[in-house]
């Protein structure tokens, strides 16, 4: 069997992700108030506030200018799904946080995080992965900066008893993408400095306990999981640290949206719940293993949303 190429995981997944807007323009018209108003108002509001924040001189500005493009790009994407569906226009009130600088940004991020997460299992299929990558986004972001952060810990995953038919095909690519990464943090080990090795050990063990519950899930669904490839073919060669550093942050990546896609393809709240969980812990790994590799932008704004 020959080892399986990132290309190959990603066109895949591109295939599913096809459906997803057909599926998104079915929804009727609604009377009610735009939930994502408030979010995409929000998203506009933490934007302008880490932009004059950047204007500065000080420390800080840098770091702002890194929140203020992630809030940039959720706030279109959010408006973008506003004004496709457009529903009555109703009053929103964003929340200002007091205090001034970082820890301001730090107070936004919260919010917009936890705005993010409270609506994930009420929409539908691809506004829940809309609204769940704006959460990542937001979670990434906060392990930009010590300061901004550490942000909710999302937890472990933790298998549900039963799946739905539609999960099977996206929690197989799920299962997939953890594979890889286990992988991924084994062949890395070697190239790391001995600072990383607890970082490193704690991102393989996640994997692993991720991987564990996909094989549960589908064991469970009478389904069989895929096993392991004998090897993957990395985006690039690991030849030292920061070539090993790039590569486990694209691994974070990829199961990112392969998670992403699970949420996206199930209205299942317990399931939801574990690709959640997943994306988010995902997402902020994913900031600090490219803030290391030296790579820009280190956060992701939304991860798994075609664009």
């Keep these: 069997m020959s080892p399986r190429s990132r290309r190959d995981v990603l066109r ?23 939930p994502l108003a408030l979010l995409a108002e929000q998203a506009t509001a933490d934007a302008a506030a880490a932009n004059a924040l950047a204007a500065g001189s000080s420390t800080e500005a840098g770091v702002a200018r890194e929140v203020a493009a992630t809030r940039s790009a959720q706030a279109q994407a959010l408006q973008a799904e506003v004004d496709r569906l ?10 200002t946080p007091g205090g001034s600088g970082l820890a301001a940004l730090k107070e936004r991020l919260a919010t ?25 986004g937001c979670a990434g972001a906060q392990q930009l900066d010590d300061r901004l952060g550490p942000g909710k810990d999302p937890g472990t995953v933790q298998a549900v008893a039963s799946i739905p038919d539609e999960a099977v095909a996206p929690l197989q690519k799920a299962l997939d993408a953890e594979h890889a990464a286990v992988w991924v943090y084994g062949l890395v080990s070697a190239f790391l400095p001995a600072n990383y090795d607890a970082g490193a050990s704690e991102g393989a063990h996640e994997h692993q306990d991720r991987r564990d519950a996909c094989v549960r899930m589908l064991d469970a669904a009478g389904v069989t999981p895929d096993g392991p490839e004998p090897a993957y073919i990395t985006p690039k060669p690991v030849t030292d640290a920061t070539s090993a550093k790039s590569v486990v942050a694209t691994a974070e990546t990829d199961c ?4 992403a896609g699970v949420l996206e393809q199930t209205a299942d709240q317990g399931l939801r719940a574990v690709a959640l969980t997943a994306l988010l812990g995902s ?4 900031t600090r293993w490219r803030q290391a590799a030296g790579e820009t932008p280190a956060a992701l704004p939304l991860i798994g949303v075609s664009a």
């Design 12 to 34: 895949l997944s591109a295939l599913a992700a096809l459906a997803v807007p057909l599926a998104a323009c079915r929804t009727g018209y609604s009377d009610e108030p735009d």
């Design 86 to 95: 457009n529903r009555p226009k109703s009053a929103v009130r964003v929340v």
């Design 112 to 136: 917009a995080r936890e705005q993010a997460e409270a609506l994930v299992p009420v929409l539908e299929g691809y506004r829940a992965g809309l609204v769940a990558a704006v959460a990542a």
């Design 256 to 259: 990112a949206a392969a998670w």
């Design 283 to 286: 997402a902020r790994r994913g």
